[in-house]
């Protein structure tokens, strides 16, 4: 059974930067693609980015320009970068599969951006 752990939200700051990571346990990672997505108070689960096995990303609309996601094979790890965060980014960040059948969610990170 595949594990996700994702980690690396806080508190910050409009304007401000976090890395989230994502560790991917028992599954061959390097073969699969992965997203980050969010869902915040209300609001449906998206997907905000993707990277493919050969690292072709994606980015919604809305974060194009400010969120970067990367992988590390070696360490079985997806991350992404979020800079000049906005209020709207508020929401508990998870990971998963890009395509295909998801694994089960894992407990997310929680990104809030206040002042």
């Known amino acids: 059974q595949v594990q996700l752990v994702e980690s690396g939200g806080g508190l910050v700051q409009p304007g401000g930067s976090l890395r989230l990571s994502c560790a991917v346990s028992?599954?061959?990672?390097?073969?699969?693609?992965w997203g980050w997505y969010r869902q915040a108070p209300g609001k449906q689960r998206e997907l905000v980015a993707g990277?493919?096995?050969?690292?072709?990303?994606y980015y919604a609309d809305s974060v194009k320009g400010r969120f970067t996601i990367s992988r590390d094979n070696a360490k079985s790890t997806v991350y992404l970068q979020i800079d000049s965060l906005k209020p709207e980014d508020t929401a508990v960040y998870y990971c998963?599969?890009?395509?295909?059948?998801?694994?089960?969610w894992g407990q997310g990170t929680q990104v809030t951006v206040s002042s």
């Open positions: 998963n599969k890009w395509s295909g059948v998801k694994a089960a």
């Open positions: 028992r599954i061959i990672f390097g073969i699969s693609s």
């Open positions: 990277i493919a096995a050969g690292g072709t990303t």
